[in-house]
């Protein structure tokens, strides 16, 4: 799986937009990007993924550059239940196996 | 509700003394993995399985062992643990694209 590179942490004023950004520039045609966040402590929580088009849930959005080596993570509306670590990975969708997880970033989201 | 359930929560134990974790879920999922996560290092892979007796090594699979007799458990077994097994430790199963985690287990080995 490609490496992905984060920033080290953020912080974001509550009720703005979160903006997360990730580099993942060896990716391969068939990785997708994933997005997972980690509350202090409790299991990695699944929020977003996608190819090569923008993806929104209720959770975030994902924009993917066109040429796919990066990436952003938008919350739009963040909470101080968003503090979290999240992690960008990229991976083979369907394909399971070693899946890695790097540092992260850690938002902090204050009132 | 779907779950992946791992027992005990909290566990503090001497070296040496066998111990075992399990993760259990209930959405049929043929994936199972075990993290652990120590401050600085991140989360890391123990073992992973792709489905009924099929395991696999992650990154740091020394000192652990695993089993997958039935699709629904992954326990985690540790035959003499050592301080250095002191962590917390994640199980996670998974279906398609998305990976469920646990609760976590706080090991603290003496």
């Known amino acids: 799986d490609a490496k992905t590179t984060q920033p080290t942490s953020m912080d974001c004023a509550e009720g703005r937009a979160a903006n997360l950004p990730c580099n993942h520039s060896?990716?391969?045609?068939?990785?997708?990007v994933y997005w997972y966040r980690q509350i202090h402590s409790q299991g990695p929580q699944y929020i977003i993924h996608?190819?090569?088009n923008n993806e929104t849930n209720e959770m975030a959005s994902l924009i993917i550059t066109e040429d796919r080596k990066s990436s952003t993570l938008i919350l739009p509306h963040a909470t101080l239940r968003d503090t979290a670590v999240y992690y960008c990975?990229?991976?083979?969708?369907?394909?399971?196996?070693?899946?890695?997880f790097g540092a992260g970033t850690q938002v902090v989201v204050t009132p | 509700e779907a779950q992946v359930t791992q027992n005990p929560r909290y566990l503090i134990t001497v070296t040496g003394k066998k111990l075992t974790v399990t993760c259990s879920q209930n959405?049929?999922?043929?994936?199972m993995s075990w993290y652990r996560q120590d401050p600085g290092l991140g989360l890391r892979q123990i073992y992973y399985s792709m489905n009924v007796e099929v395991t696999d090594k992650g990154d740091v699979p020394e000192g652990y062992k695993v089993s997958r007799k039935e699709k629904r458990n992954f326990p985690l077994i540790l035959e003499s643990p050592s301080p250095n097994q002191t962590s917390l430790y994640f199980c996670?199963?998974?279906?398609?694209?998305?990976?469920?985690f646990g609760q976590g287990t706080r090991l603290t080995v003496v």
């Open positions: 996670a199963s998974g279906l398609n694209t998305e990976a469920f």
């Open positions: 959405m049929n999922h043929e994936y």
């Open positions: 996608g190819l090569k």
């Open positions: 990975i990229v991976r083979v969708e369907h394909s399971w196996g070693k899946l890695q």
């Open positions: 060896t990716i391969s045609g068939n990785e997708y």
